[in-house]
Nanobody, 123 residues
Framework: QVQLVESGGGLAQAGGSLRLSCAAS????????MGWFRQAPGKEREFVTA????????YYADSVKGRFTISRDNAKNTVYLQMNSLKPEDTAVYYC????????????????WGQGTKVTVSS
């Protein structure tokens, strides 16, 4: 069982930056691939990025490639999402999620989810 708690959301201006954190409980955090997803008002949840258990592999949605960076610190049981050059269309609730095995872009494969943190980007 893994419990995930996101933090770091808030209000940012277009072009600005935010750093999200996702703290995980449990001693097996390092065995999970981690992902970030987001859901904008009135839209379906979408994949943002994912990272393998070791941090050696990452994958990004085209919409955030070059602007967002995922990383993890297994000693701290935490995964991060550094968001730069924010755009109004990045406004959403951001969720972190955990899955066993390889990283993947589909949320259907993730076993554990946090409650989300809201990000609002003003123009």
């Amino acid at each position: 069982q893994v419990q995930l708690v996101e933090s770091g959301g808030g209000l940012a201006q277009a072009g600005g930056s935010l750093r999200l954190s996702c703290a995980a409980s449990g001693r097996t955090f390092s065995s999970y691939s981690m992902g970030w997803f987001r859901q904008a008002p009135g839209k379906e949840r979408e994949f943002v990025t994912a990272i393998s258990w070791s941090g050696g592999s990452t994958y990004y949605a085209d919409s955030v490639k070059g602007r967002f960076t995922i990383s993890r610190d297994n000693a701290k049981n935490t995964v991060y999402l550094q968001m730069n050059s924010l755009k109004p269309e990045d406004t959403a609730v951001y969720y972190c999620a955990a899955k066993t095995g390889k990283l993947y872009y589909s949320g259907s494969y993730y076993d554990y989810w946090g409650q989300g943190t809201k990000v609002t980007v003003s123009s």
